[in-house]
């Protein structure tokens, strides 16, 4: 009767995952074509932290490669920021079992945060401007095309909510972006992939998972309360997060607020109707809007 039982288990956790894994190549797909992420002959430099989403990204885009029709090289590079006890021979133990080219960077970032930043203050923005510049000058170094992070959906949720509440500006975490000195491509192919999807493959494929000394360290980080908070409302209210997600991709600058977008100064009636009108944003039906991601399926052909 155990063994049945066990054998009845195993089957269904083998057809879970099965689905979960469809599921995340499915909407990884989706984000890389509806936003042009990767193109023939790109070569992706990976930015791997030893967490579940960067694992996770390194992983789907491996697969995606070898079923891709165009041609596209993958590097993974991790940054060793000397922090106290990270163990600097698991990931190279790790990428040289997957067979994936990889380059290590060490660079004492960590002495330059915790000498700059006073205690008790938030060392995120510093950390992240030096592993930043950093990157960048790699990806020169190995001439990658493309820099790859692995920002997920609840994470591009978070810091438009962020940006709101404490930067009193509607500004969010683009899937596609050039850097500020307009040398580097950086994509997100986990945008439309929800954390808790990550979570449960991270599980599943049992990465060696190095959890960051840095942020792990500070309580009360406005990042997590915000979080915190966005998991309580899709508790409550199933789908929030993805429609948030979708809102992003929806913008109407003429129901905002910003002159430089809309020109509410010169704004006359002009005695035509239009035919849209605000009829999918009807101030008495909430719900008419997006339920979910409505990212189209790519075509066939694409990666």
Known sequence: MNALHDAAAAKKAAFEANKLSKKLHRLVGQAIGDYRMIEDGDKVMVCLSGGKDSHALLDILLEMRRRAPIGFDVVAVNLDQKQPGFPADVLPGYLRQLGVPFHIETQDTYTVVKTHVPEGKTMCSLCSRLRRGILYRVARE?????????????????????NMFFGSRLKGMPPKLVSDDGQHVVIRPLAYVAE????????HRQYPIIPCSLCGNQPNLQRQQIKAMVREWEKQYPGRTDNMLTAMGKIVPSH?????????????????????????????????????????RLQKGKP
Request: hydrophobic fraction near 40%; charge should be negative; glycine fraction near 8%.
């Open 142 to 162: 190995l001439g990658a095309t493309k820099i790859a992070l692995g920002h997920h959906r609840d994470d591009m949720v978070v810091t438009l909510l962020m």
């Open 196 to 203: 808790r999807d990550l979570e449960r493959w991270a599980e």
């Open 256 to 296: 905002l607020m910003d002159r430089r977008l809309y020109p509410f100064e010169t704004l006359r009636a002009h005695g035509v109707a239009d035919p849209e009108g605000d009829k999918a944003f009807d101030d008495d039906d909430p719900h008419g809007a997006a339920t979910g991601i409505e990212a189209p």
